[in-house]
């Protein structure tokens, strides 16, 4: 028998998506995509390799009850070295930067322990040109 009654389902949980890499590709990126981004993602913030991305900043959303999704549409070694802090201060990762995935091993070890720790995910390989595989994920996570 089903009951007629409706369970107060548990809120959305609310995403900040962090745009890493605002170039032409980021741009076109969002124009194209950011408003396909589930309603309860905001684009927070946008940082390129000359203004990074810090834990504390990711440490500040998760204080305001957000869930920050770094979204890496860069094509730098420098971005993907931040990785393994970015997953420890509670990020998950979408990733077009193909650097964190060729890495050397070790270092990508360094990144699949960090994952494994702090329960975060990496989405990465994404396609950007496309855009389809990055929005895709997105909606994913």
């Known amino acids: ?6 369970h107060q389902s548990q809120t959305e949980p609310k995403f900040a998506v962090v745009v890493v890499g ?7 990126w969002l124009e194209k ?16 390799s000359r203004n990074p991305l810090t834990v504390t900043a990711i440490e500040k959303l998760q204080s305001e009850g957000l869930i920050p999704l770094v979204l890496d549409l860069t094509a730098s070694e420098t971005v993907s070295r931040c990785y393994p802090e970015w997953i420890a201060a509670g990020a998950d990762i979408i990733s077009a930067n193909k650097y964190a995935g060729a890495a050397d091993s070790a270092f990508y070890q360094q ?24 929005a895709d994920g997105a909606r994913v996570l």
Do not use: D, E, I
């Open 1 to 6: 028998m089903q009951s007629n009654v409706k």
């Open 22 to 28: 605002v170039g032409q590709v980021g741009s076109c």
């Open 33 to 48: 995509f950011g408003p396909t981004l589930p309603p309860s993602a905001m684009v927070h913030s946008r940082h390129n």
């Open 111 to 134: 990144v699949k322990t960090a994952l494994k720790k702090h329960r975060r995910q990496w989405l990465y390989a994404a396609t950007v040109g496309r855009g389809a595989s990055a």
